[in-house]
């Protein structure tokens, strides 16, 4: 906890009610060094779940090399490094998120950049992306998905959570049929679950293997 300027209510409005890029990124610059501990206190467990379906579709394969996208302070990346993954980069839009991503010493490289743009990774770069709490309200919209494909290999693995309500009311869930049928990717699992438990609210946690 830092001798912080803003409450936690307070942070999550703007954060929530964010209506531009630079307005998110200005609520995440004042919340990035109390981010961690108001997300304990919130009961947040996506980042843990997200890793145990992260490697339960790698089936414990180590080796992989991973993309932790919107990485946040690297909350996902802690986990994976506790379930063994050893190589792993974290991106996102925010410095200043990154800069407590670092402080893990969990991932070879920090990668600022924005996920509503082209990514500046090469295709087929990763075995497989893991991107929490990040498809949601006001964050990135459902085309951020077709980037993430991209930057995945064939037959490597996609696990994201997508906010409960936004699912269908901000197009994830038609983008995610749509590119099924396409063949760009196929559905592994599909479920519900908790995502702050304090808050009672819930995410689709969603796995995927790129075709
Ligand atoms: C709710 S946090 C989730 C962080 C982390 N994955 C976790 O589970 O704690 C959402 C993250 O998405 C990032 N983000 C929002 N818009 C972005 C964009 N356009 N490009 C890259 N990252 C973005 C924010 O900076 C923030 O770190």
Not at 103 to 130: C, F, G, H, S, W
Not at 185 to 206: A, H, R
Request: hydrophobic share 35%; net charge negative.
């Amino acid at each position: 906890m830092t001798d912080r300027t803003i409450t936690k209510t307070e942070i999550l409005n703007k954060v929530y009610t964010a209506d531009d890029h630079e307005k998110l990124m200005d609520a995440y610059k004042d919340w990035a060094a109390d981010y961690d501990s108001d997300l304990e206190e919130l009961g947040y467990v996506a980042h843990i779940t997200s890793a145990r379906a992260l490697d339960q579709a790698l089936g414990g394969n180590h080796d992989a090399v991973i993309l932790d996208a919107g990485s946040g302070t690297g909350l996902v990346g802690e986990e994976l490094a506790r379930l063994g993954y050893r190589t792993m980069d974290a991106l996102d839009y925010s410095q200043d998120m990154l800069d407590q991503a670092e402080t893990k010493n969990v991932y070879r490289k920090l990668i600022q950049a924005d996920m509503k743009e082209r990514l500046p990774l090469d295709d087929n770069a990763y075995d497989a992306v893991v991107c929490t709490g990040t498809f949601t309200y006001g964050h990135i919209s459902a085309e951020g998905f077709d980037e993430l494909i991209r930057v995945t290999r064939p037959g490597g693995t996609i696990v994201f959570t997508v906010r409960e309500g936004a699912y269908e009311e901000y197009g994830y869930r038609k983008k995610m049929l749509d590119l099924e049928v396409k063949g760009e990717w196929e559905l592994v699992s599909f479920y519900d679950t908790p995502y702050q438990i304090e808050e009672g609210n819930t995410c689709k946690m969603c796995t995927y293997r790129v075709r």
